[in-house]
């Protein structure tokens, strides 16, 4: 393993965790470093997850993937990582294996407030921290929040903030959740993979940023069932898009298209009007994905747009 005397000062906080009931598995952080999430978090579907902090060794990440590739437990790969490594007690980390298995290290070299917590199938881990709360404070929060797994590691951050968080103060922050098994599809296998790289408030962004993912996802699988003739499904997920992004103008424009779908003609017309004069591009992008079979190939939907743009 690579012997790096620059490597990097992650003082942070950052929960690993698997959701019993989906297989998923996640990892999300929080530090007064710029883009954490190129540091600390690694997963993989259907392997497992790494969080790397501290006196960061970044080898841990891929390093440990590898060890639970090959089928080894969480507890012996962290042992193999760190036998392996020139400076241990500098070391903070936590291995997550696909079975849920948990498995954390804190150096006795890592500075105060420092110090991680295992439950089933998640451990929380910090460092430089306010004070000795912050991490029993995550995994609290995490055993007691509800929806998904995303939503739980979020609720970990926040509490960790709540806590008194590093003592820095904040700057970044990410979240990554993928499969419980992997696919021959890998790209779609990372179902979260959000990063705030410097905010002034990095973790109540990255609540922004997950709402609008699920936003995102909501909305594509509008446009699937739209095309594929769907429709009580297609209104159901417009629905959620438009309750998560009510100001995400893409999403309003499938709404307008929905209203005019529904006979509701002026109601369509005015919301066109008003989106096409923030986003005048968008009245040809309702041209151009009509003509490619993506929204309703309608006259009077196209008559309507081309009103409403003027």
Known sequence: MRNDRHQPIVATYSIIARDRATGQMGVAVQSCYFGVGTIVPWAEAGVGVVATQAFANADFGPEGLRLLRTGLAAA??????LERDPDP?????????????VAAHTGRRCIDAAGDLTGDGVSTQANMMADRTVWPAMLDAY????????????AALEAAEAAGGDIRGRQSAALLVVGGRSSDAPWRDRLFDLRVDDHPSPV??????LRLRRAQHAHAGFLDAVTTGRTDEALRLLEEALRLAPDLDEVRLSGAVAAYMQGQREEARSALHGIFARKPGLAEWVVRMAAAGMLPTDAGLLELVSAARS
């Open 76 to 81: 012996d790969a962290l042992a193999r990582l």
């Open 204 to 209: 109540a962004e990255l609540g922004r940023l």
């Open 89 to 101: 007690e500098r070391r903070q980390v936590a291995i997550l294996d696909a079975r849920g298995g």
């Open 143 to 154: 055993e007691r929040a509800g929806g998904d797994l995303a939503a739980r590691l979020l």
